[in-house]
């Protein structure tokens, strides 16, 4: 049976170790900062995973 799994946006307030980044992130180097609007899945532990990177409104990528 699969895992029931959520998922939400956020923003990255601080850097704390409770949660853990996705493969394809990890793979690709991309940092992760305070200020981040994030995509994280979490599972019935409580456990997060951070899955994608939102582009922020005001930077000039």
Same mark, same amino acid.
């Given at each position: ?19 853990? !980044? /996705?493969?394809?992130? &990890?793979?690709?180097? @991309?940092?992760? $900062? ?7 899945? !979490? /599972?019935?532990?409580? &456990?997060?995973?951070? @899955?994608?990177? $939102? ?7």
């Amino acid at each position: 049976m699969k895992e029931q799994k959520w998922i939400h946006e956020g923003l990255i307030t601080e850097s704390l170790p409770i949660g853990y !980044i /996705s493969g394809r992130i &990890r793979r690709s180097s @991309i940092r992760i $900062l305070p200020g981040d609007r994030v995509k994280i899945e !979490i /599972s019935r532990f409580n &456990r997060g995973r951070l @899955i994608y990177r $939102l582009r922020n409104k005001d930077s000039n990528d």
